[in-house]
């Protein structure tokens, strides 16, 4: 499985942006699709998770705010990021997984992973 990434940019504080990531390869690897960030000196986090039957789970830092969705006929998941802020800043990255979670509070980590695409919230 390939997974493109894209939409990553520099926004101010309160403002939108949205990420969209493209899978190739086996639709079953992507019974999960979602989004992990990684900030400058933190670990890598879960953000969002969608599954192809269309049940989301965010991490509590994000609810409200963003919001995931896919499309199952383009193999295509979005990341939604609505009133951003400068914590919201890091690399984003793009995951798919055959297995439907549960995923986020877990220690399980999916298995395929895109390249990154960077979120820069300017306060």
């Known amino acids: 499985v390939q997974l493109q990434a894209s939409g990553g940019g520099l926004v101010q504080a309160g403002e939108s942006l949205r990420l969209s990531c493209a899978a190739s390869?086996?639709?079953?690897?992507?019974?999960?699709m979602g989004w992990y960030r990684q900030a400058p000196g933190k670990q890598r986090d879960l953000v969002a998770v969608i599954t192809r039957g269309g049940r989301a789970d965010y991490a509590d830092s994000v609810k409200g705010r963003f919001t995931i969705s896919r499309d199952n006929g383009k193999n295509t998941v979005y990341l939604q990021m609505n009133s951003l802020k400068p914590e919201d800043t890091a690399v984003y990255y793009c995951?798919?997984?055959?297995?439907?979670?549960?995923?986020?509070?877990?220690?399980?980590?999916?298995?395929?992973w895109g390249q990154g695409t960077l979120v820069t919230v300017s306060s």
């Open positions: 995951t798919a997984d055959p297995r439907v979670g549960p995923w986020i509070g877990t220690s399980y980590r999916t298995t395929y």
């Open positions: 390869g086996s639709i079953f690897s992507t019974n999960t």
